[in-house]
């Protein structure tokens, strides 16, 4: 537990976030910065958890951390405006919550004597209350110096959620690693729907008929890992139903399965017979040629 955060934001990743620490016990008191006059309708508020500030003003001197939960480009200015409120709390550190950004842009804060870190939450937060309680067991990636790195040690322990340090020069990679696995998926989903719907199968049901099979795979690579749980006609070394499936497609969907296709089959090497793989291999490569 730490004594008194400060989030500035009061956006749903922000309010998300603090929900979460009330929630685990993990904070004693917490303070929300905001821009509007009133607070957001938002249990932190309304039942007295936490106290809203509207604008900005120095953190209370028993404040431990202060999480700056702003879009990425608002953080370097954001920085300044704090870092022109005076000199940190005694032993506080101050985090941005960007999966990719240096730390480099606090440094107007690490001039005024706070520890500065990144603390990146792996999960997709899209709302300020049912967000919350996503964070819990999630992991959360530090970057920082060793004292802001300390500070985050204690809040993921009590949230229940284990840490990964990434190295600063490492963040524009990582963030894109956690991009591929979350942000490219809808998209993916999309255009398979949009598939089902060509194959004859209702607009309404599409996506919905999708959504278990894509949360039964990945409990089963939560459980199996993931060479386990592939199954399919490339995971079979079936070559005659990915040709079917290719002559199915048109030239833009076509090239878009060659392209997943050629990873799947690279991931399953060692299981496919190597004249099975050639073939595959053979087959995806000339339509992403093409």
Not at 11 to 40: I, K
Not at 182 to 194: G, N, Q
Request: hydrophobic fraction near 45%; include cysteine.
């Amino acid at each position: 537990m730490v004594d008194a955060v400060t989030i500035i934001g009061p956006g749903r990743m922000g309010l998300a976030l603090g929900y979460a620490l009330v929630q685990a016990g993990a904070v004693r008191r917490l303070t929300v910065f905001g821009r509007r006059d009133e607070p957001p309708a938002h249990p932190l508020f309304t039942q007295g958890m936490a106290h809203y500030v509207f604008g900005m003003e120095p953190p209370a001197p028993d404040t431990t951390a202060v999480f700056l939960a702003v879009p990425d480009q608002v953080v370097p200015e954001l920085a300044h405006t704090l870092a022109a409120q005076g000199d940190a709390p005694d032993r506080c550190a101050v985090f941005h919550l960007s999966g990719s950004l240096p730390t480099d842009v606090l440094a107007p804060l690490h001039l005024r004597g706070y520890s500065v870190g990144a603390f990146h939450i792996l999960q997709n937060i899209v709302h300020p209350v049912t967000g919350a309680e996503r964070i819990p067991g999630s992991y959360v990636s530090v970057t920082g110096s060793p004292e802001a790195t300390a500070i985050a040690r204690v809040v993921t322990a009590a949230l229940g959620c284990p840490l990964l340090t990434v190295p600063a020069a490492w963040r524009p990679l990582y963030d894109a690693a956690v991009s591929l696995a979350s942000d490219y998926l809808p998209p993916l989903l999309d255009v398979a729907a949009r598939l089902m719907e060509q194959a004859g199968v209702d607009h309404n049901d599409a996506l919905p008929a999708l959504i278990p099979l894509v949360r039964g795979s990945l409990e089963s690579i939560a459980e199996r890992g993931l060479e386990a749980s592939i199954g399919g006609p490339v995971a079979r070394g079936d070559v005659e139903t990915v040709a079917l499936h290719l002559r199915a497609l048109d030239p833009e969907d076509r090239r878009l399965y060659a392209i997943f296709g050629r990873e799947l089959a690279e991931l399953l090497r060692e299981r496919l017979p190597a004249d099975v793989r050639s073939e595959l291999f053979e087959r995806f490569e000339h339509e992403i040629g093409g």
